[in-house]
């Protein structure tokens, strides 16, 4: 394999939307998300109205990479052996002495082995890897505290209700009918949770297009959603830049599962009219199946196995799939490479000017609660002190990812056949990265 990848080798280009294409507000964001979860438990399932109320100091509980131990309640941070270098019970930071007398000695994570290289999904735990999971992360561990607060046996049973909150917030028909809190409040006001792309991001599109690139966005929203996200961040002719549209993909879905299992379906005014045997043009599509496009995409290409390479935020629905199930090209979105967890001499003036360009808007500070997602030291166990691990999500980003950005307008300004140093068996642990590395892989250098 090459250790280098650039676009201009690719036919076909992919985009997720969420957290990808498009860019939120994250501060609004994060309590509008946190707010569609809470009020539905406390309104509709009688939880505690402690729950509606959270101090900024909270918000820094949130992190990627994340393990909740819905057996335990606990949330783990995890090695790339499945051993738990940090964790809490609800918001609770856990001493090494507490940690062993849950997992053992060793501190071994019993499920790890079902969930790493598969992640698989399970009632004993939740993976919690893009930024609209994470306001729910900080919801289920102050359910959590408030279980503890409580006497009798303790019982961690809440998962059914977070489920209840998810489907009457965001299922497919929410935003018609305007149901739940998070879509009415999006679509009064648009501009204060979403962050329209650059003229540049813009322009990169267009040119990828004219270069001959086929262009397709994949994304799990429904197809009512996407129009507004795409029309407030690219414009209203954004359906000029995608030969392909794919809504309500449900992914990892769309990647794992057989035709017969997920088939493509035709719309119109935003609702599923006729299931389709297979895709015979470029359009706008619902559901689906990447074999179904895979056979489209040999037609519009004209090649046998055209090269796809796709963009996206999600480890586990576009990463892991993507790569695993389709073996595409994969080019992680991680915002948090624009703060705290990268290096970079003379960082001030680096960030300044990134942010003048458009190009670094978000301040992504390093959790106290959970330190790096690259590494961290792991003291108090076999009597060894400040041992150092790279985490299990690092290596998936090794093992899965092409390159790892911190955002498509960071590239936007590069050739098309710029060679970036690609993840590889044959490369350093930290190439791969774009512009600059993680400052904790310097470190483990």
Known sequence: MANSFCLSQCDVIGFDLDHTLCRYQ?????????????????????????LLCVSPEEWDFCSKGLVLDLEEGNFLKLDANGIVLRATHGTKSMTGEEIEEVYGEKREWKNFNTINGTYTRSAKYYFYDNHFDLPSALLCAKIVDCIEMTEGQKKYDFWKDIVAAIEHN???TAFKENCGTFFPAVKKDPSKYLKPCSDAVKHWLRDLKNSGKTLLLITSSHSDYCLLLCEHILGKNFEELFDIIITNALKPGFFSLIPQQRPFWALENDEEIHMLPSLEKPGWYSQGNWIHLSELLKKITEKSEPKVVYFGDSMRSDIFSAHHYSNWETVLIFEELEGEEVYKPNMTDWRSSLKKKGKYDNQYTISKTWGSY???????????????????????????STIAIPSIASIVDLPLDYKFSRFSADNLETEGYYPYLPQALIQEK
């Open 26 to 50: 994250l501060h609004e964001s994060n309590k509008l998300i946190y707010e569609s979860f809470a009020q539905y438990l406390v309104t509709e399932k009688g939880y505690s109205e402690e």
């Open 374 to 400: 690259f590494a961290d030291n792991m003291s108090g166990i076999h009597g060894l002190q400040d041992v150092s691990s790279l985490t299990w999500c690092c290596t998936s980003i090794r093992n899965y």
């Open 170 to 172: 965001y299922k497919t």
